[in-house]
């Protein structure tokens, strides 16, 4: 019988995976903004982090939840670097 954390992992697991796919349109929409080379980069970096979202879901762990927060930080980060440092114009 499952226990309550081990049921609380698993749906926080499910979430951070289902958040981490509503991640994708703005890396998506970076193409209004970055260079090529910057959405491939930005788009490899969402899918490691998708591969940490199913490892969590696999392992049923908490971590997973933290994913899509990493992920959007990160893209408002190269965003706002490459319009800071870089350029980068709309």
Known sequence: MPTKSSSAARIASWLGLIAQLC??????????LAPLWAIVALLLAWLALLAVSVWAVRE??????????LSIGLWFAAISAGEAFLGWKA
């Open 60 to 69: 049923s762990s908490f971590w997973g939840l933290l994913v899509p927060f």
């Open 23 to 32: 991640t994708l349109p703005f890396y998506g929409a970076s193409g209004l």
